[in-house]
């Protein structure tokens, strides 16, 4: 099993920048295609961005195209999530996740290892 933590969540204003970060241990993450998820309170956990085992391809959701940047680094067992320009409504709990399957998966159950979270809040 692969454990994942996120960290980089933080208070930000409107127009803001945030690059969230997600360690993992226990196995390497070139064995997975790794993705971010996000729930806001009241609501349903959400596709935000996903990428290959390699980084060769990159999802996004379509809410968000434009203002956000997964990449990884396998060497240092890690993946990254750039968000720029943000806006109050992206305020949630973001999660990693990882898959071993070679599609990159939009839906939650196409992850089986998740981190706890953290937490991204944007004031108007």
């Known amino acids: 099993q692969v454990q994942l933590v996120e960290s980089g969540g933080d208070l930000v204003q409107a127009g803001g920048s945030l690059r969230l970060s997600c360690a993992a241990s226990g196995r390497p993450i070139s064995n997975y295609a790794m993705g971010w998820f996000r729930q806001a309170p009241g609501k349903e956990r959400e596709f935000v961005a996903a990428i290959t085992r390699s980084g060769g391809t990159t999802r996004y959701a379509d809410s968000m195209k434009g203002r956000l940047t997964i990449s990884r680094d396998n060497d240092k067992n890690t993946v990254y999530l750039q968000m720029n320009s943000l806006k109050p409504e992206d305020t949630a709990v973001y999660y990693c996740?990882?898959?071993?399957?070679?599609?990159?998966?939009?839906?939650?159950?196409?992850?089986?290892?998740w981190g706890q979270g953290t937490q991204v809040t944007v004031s108007s």
């Open positions: 996740a990882a898959s071993l399957t070679w599609i990159l998966g939009t839906t939650p159950n196409s992850y089986g290892n």
